[in-house]
């Protein structure tokens, strides 16, 4: 069984990549579907806040500090290379890192900026949030996923 300062950042890895799953579920659950039920401009200027609301030391500290955490785990199982866990620890860390972590970057960031970009009540705004909604919302599943089996695969590292 892992023990020790090994346990304790392993817990902190269950801890914070599953409250990032949490916060995840909680937009692909009811936060996005709420919003697509609004009119386009209020969907749009909702959103817009949302993701500049988004970008707090408490979230941040919770996303990017699991990622770190998440980095730190996956170095110290390839030096240590622990008798039991390795497996759920090296998948654990990668499912957030590429599939939280790096979805953000490179799927969610990229949508939210564009959005950004735009005046709620124009017609590009319109005729982009239908799509916005469908595309964000794909990839926020896939986020939400890999940070929930990224908990889990920790989980299982401590069983």
């Given at each position: 069984?892992?023990?020790?300062?090994?346990?304790?950042?392993?817990?902190?890895?269950?801890?914070?990549?599953?409250?990032?799953?949490?916060?995840?579920?909680?937009?692909?659950?009811?936060?996005?579907?709420?919003?697509?039920?609004?009119?386009?401009?209020?969907?749009?200027?909702?959103?817009?806040?949302?993701?500049?609301?988004?970008?707090?030391?408490?979230?941040?500290?919770?996303?990017?500090?699991?990622?770190?955490?998440?980095?730190?785990?996956?170095?110290?199982?390839?030096?240590?290379?622990?008798?039991?866990?390795?497996?759920e620890?090296?998948?654990?860390?990668?499912?957030?890192?590429?599939?939280?972590?790096?979805?953000?970057?490179?799927?969610?960031?990229p949508?939210?900026?564009?959005?950004?970009?735009?005046?709620?009540?124009?017609?590009?705004?319109?005729?982009?949030?239908?799509?916005?909604?469908?595309?964000?919302?794909?990839?926020?599943h896939?986020?939400?996923?890999?940070?929930?089996?990224?908990?889990?695969?920790?989980?299982?590292?401590?069983?």
């Amino acid at each position: 069984m892992i023990d020790g300062p090994y346990f304790v950042l392993t817990v902190l890895g269950v801890l914070g990549t599953g409250l990032v799953a949490g916060a995840f579920c909680a937009f692909s659950a009811f936060v996005m579907k709420g919003l697509a039920a609004l009119p386009p401009a209020q969907g749009v200027g909702a959103m817009q806040a949302i993701s500049v609301a988004a970008v707090t030391a408490a979230f941040m500290a919770v996303f990017i500090g699991s990622a770190v955490l998440c980095a730190v785990i996956a170095v110290v199982t390839f030096v240590l290379w622990p008798d039991e866990g390795t497996a759920e620890l090296l998948v654990g860390s990668a499912l957030y890192l590429f599939g939280s972590f790096g979805v953000t970057i490179a799927a969610n960031v990229p949508r939210n900026d564009a959005l950004a970009r735009l005046e709620p009540g124009t017609p590009e705004a319109a005729a982009y949030w239908p799509a916005y909604v469908r595309e964000w919302t794909l990839w926020n599943h896939v986020r939400t996923v890999a940070s929930a089996g990224a908990a889990l695969a920790y989980l299982l590292a401590l069983t």
